[in-house]
């Protein structure tokens, strides 16, 4: 299962664009690349998830170069209620008996 | 359509007791995995239950144990309490199909005293 690296924490304020990178230098043909957000007190909310190239949503984008040995998620325009953990998570659920693989994630705390 | 909810939010048991928690699944999802979240850590995969039957396990003792029920709702045992099994145990529910993502409960916070 391949092994996921992030900044353990970032601080950023309101209105600039945050940039988490997480590397994953053995990643499987077969993974997905996928990203929650955790509130405290809450539990983790999918954001976004991708194979290759560009994924863009309503709430972020996930840039994958072609080696598909990193990924970085970003967050435009950030506001206070973004302050939460992200995890980076890299596998094929369809081939882990369901299981998400949390690493500890990056604290990101927005100021004003 | 209603999300993932859990009982209760919070509990507090001593060493040695058993404990019950318990998950309702989002509407139309078949499967239900459990997550252990001790602080300042990410979740730790319990199990997974698909149509009532364990389809998957982590790296936890049988102490630990679950049923789901035909209507999806979950419950998670935990026979013999440690005190290093305080923690937040969150509620994932999901469609059977691989890469779906999983949708979380609030989670139950557990002390063990």
């Known amino acids: 299962l391949a092994k996921t690296t992030q900044p353990i924490s970032m601080d950023s304020y309101e209105g600039q664009e945050v940039n988490i990178t997480c590397s994953h230098n053995?990643?499987?043909?077969?993974?997905?690349i996928t990203w929650y957000q955790q509130f405290p007190s809450q539990g983790p909310r999918f954001i976004i998830q991708g194979y290759k190239t560009k994924v863009t949503n309503e709430v972020a984008s996930l840039f994958i170069p072609a080696d598909r040995k990193s990924s970085t998620l970003s967050l435009p325009r950030v506001s206070l209620s973004d302050t939460a953990v992200y995890y980076c998570?890299?596998?094929?659920?369809?081939?882990?008996?369901?299981?998400?693989?949390f690493g500890q994630g990056t604290e990101l705390s927005v100021k004003p | 359509e209603t999300g993932v909810t859990q009982s209760p939010t919070h509990l507090i048991k001593t060493r040695g007791q058993q404990v019950t928690l318990r998950c309702s699944s989002q509407s139309g999802h078949n499967t239900v995995s459990w997550y252990q979240q001790a602080l300042g850590q990410g979740p730790q995969f319990i199990f997974q239950?698909?149509?009532?039957?364990?389809?998957g396990r982590g790296n936890f003792p049988p102490r630990f144990s679950g049923l789901q029920f035909p209507n999806y709702s979950s419950e998670l045992n935990v026979n013999a309490l440690e005190l290093d099994d305080s923690a937040l145990y969150l509620c994932a529910s999901s469609l059977a199909e691989g890469r779906d993502e999983q949708f979380f409960g609030p989670g139950t916070r557990l002390t063990v005293l």
């Open positions: 239950y698909y149509r009532e039957e364990e389809n």
């Open positions: 053995n990643i499987a043909t077969n993974d997905y």
């Open positions: 998570l890299v596998g094929d659920i369809s081939n882990q008996g369901g299981k998400l693989i």
